[in-house]
């Protein structure tokens, strides 16, 4: 029933931030229209920020459960690999989703735009330095309150990760 309990928690906090990052989007929705291929990226990097969190936070959940990680928050070989690892693949994965937007948008409309390339770069490396220390940290945190990491990150890290994408992808545009 414990188990049951903190995973209907954890969908309960995804549903309503869900809602909250839907919102956000609507009201984004005109000025992430300034560039049409940013709506072909949205839904590859939506998915991609929770598919990265979620590995990375499933091992550092599997690495406290067998005890070759200690619940502290303190920096070390294991956590700055888990945050490099997801750096890197959140880095190569944008530069594909650049490429496959640059290359649908020139298949649509004819025309070729560069700044998607930047656009998904940079969004990506803003939301993964802000979610990825998120992650680790609540990760840690859980378990640290006797809470299965298992049983919530998935949630957290879906909600977080949509609200954060979305932010970051509007940062980017205007960095660009």
Do not use: C
């Not at 649908?104 to 803003?126: C, D, G, N, Q, R």
């Amino acid at each position: 029933m414990k188990r049951f309990n903190q995973i209907m928690l954890a969908e309960s906090l995804s549903i309503f931030g869900g809602s909250l990052a839907g919102f956000l989007l609507t009201g984004l929705a005109h000025k992430l229209e300034i560039i049409p291929g940013v709506l072909i990226l949205l839904p590859g990097f939506l998915e991609m920020r929770g598919n990265i969190g979620g590995s990375v936070s499933a091992r550092i959940s599997s690495a406290l459960h067998i005890g070759t990680q200690k619940a502290e928050f303190k920096i070390n070989k294991r956590i700055t690999k888990n945050f490099l690892v997801g750096m890197t693949l959140s880095i190569l994965v944008s530069l594909i989703l650049g490429l496959l937007a640059i290359l649908v948008e020139y298949i649509l409309i004819k025309k070729i735009v560069h700044t998607l390339m930047f656009i998904s770069i940079i969004a990506a490396v803003i939301s993964n330095l802000i979610s990825l220390p998120l992650v680790i940290f609540l990760t840690i945190y859980l378990y640290k309150k006797n809470l299965d990491p298992d049983n919530f990150m998935g949630a957290i890290i879906t909600t977080l990760g949509d609200i954060i994408s979305i932010i970051s992808l509007y940062i980017a545009l205007i960095i660009v």
